[in-house]
């Protein structure tokens, strides 16, 4: 969704949406963000969207499922940056 952030600094903001929402919940902020810090990534949380819901997956299964993908991304972002990465979590 968001560009990469420029070579010193890589941010990260990572958007969890609530009970039974989905990423495009933040769609409004998705392009508020992305328009006035074009160079963050902007990632709504996807891996939680299918157990977030009533009877679905616990809070510690959700908990797992979305560190899993943040540390992937986060990884990925480390791996690629010659300088830190900064992350933001919503």
Not at 35 to 43: D, E, H, Q, T, V
Not at 57 to 76: N, S
């Given at each position: 969704?968001?560009?990469?952030?420029?070579?010193?600094?890589?941010?990260?903001?990572?958007?969890?949406?609530?009970?039974?929402?989905?990423?495009?919940?933040?769609?409004?902020?998705?392009r508020a963000l992305e328009?006035?810090?074009p160079s963050w990534s902007?990632?709504?949380?996807?891996?939680?969207?299918?157990?977030?819901?009533?009877?679905?997956k616990g809070v510690d299964?959700?908990?797992?499922?979305?560190?899993?993908?943040?540390?992937?991304?986060?990884?990925?972002?480390?791996?690629?940056?010659?300088?830190?990465?900064?992350?933001?979590?919503?």
């Amino acid at each position: 969704m968001g560009e990469r952030a420029p070579a010193q600094c890589n941010a990260l903001v990572f958007l969890a949406h609530g009970l039974g929402g989905n990423k495009t919940d933040w769609g409004v902020w998705v392009r508020a963000l992305e328009a006035r810090f074009p160079s963050w990534s902007i990632l709504p949380l996807e891996s939680i969207e299918g157990g977030s819901k009533f009877g679905g997956k616990g809070v510690d299964a959700l908990g797992d499922l979305a560190a899993a993908e943040m540390t992937g991304h986060i990884q990925a972002a480390a791996g690629a940056a010659t300088g830190p990465v900064v992350i933001h979590c919503i």
